[in-house]
């Protein structure tokens, strides 16, 4: 199994698995943050990660999310309930 080293704030190093962490990516980036807990205190950790810590992480299969920075504008909002009021199966919109 795979092995990732990084640091708690109060522990100091701390070894995880990737199922232990937590990718979040902004879409017009290519850096993010990554958090886990640490297995020896329960604290929640947050870190930066550049590209290249990006890249690792995915590639060892740490689950990930895009996190939006933008506020969601009027626009987005009217398609959506129009969408709502026209699609026979409000779920499949859920998919796409």
């Known amino acids: 199994m795979t092995t ?3 640091t708690c704030s109060r522990c ?3 070894e995880l698995t990737p199922h232990d962490l937590a990718l979040e990516l902004d879409p017009a980036e290519d ?20 590209a290249r810590v990006v890249s690792v992480l995915l590639a060892t299969g740490v689950v990930y ?4 920075t933008d506020p969601i504008t ?3 909002i009217e398609n959506f309930v129009s ?3 026209t699609e026979p199966n409000p779920f499949r919109l859920l998919t796409h």
């Open 83 to 85: 969408a709502l009021n």
């Open 12 to 14: 100091g190093d701390v």
């Open 74 to 76: 009027e626009d987005e």
């Open 31 to 50: 850096r993010g943050t990554y958090r886990f807990t640490c297995p020896s205190c329960g604290e929640i950790e947050r870190r930066p990660a550049n």
């Open 4 to 6: 990732i080293k990084t």
């Open 65 to 68: 999310e895009i996190i939006r």
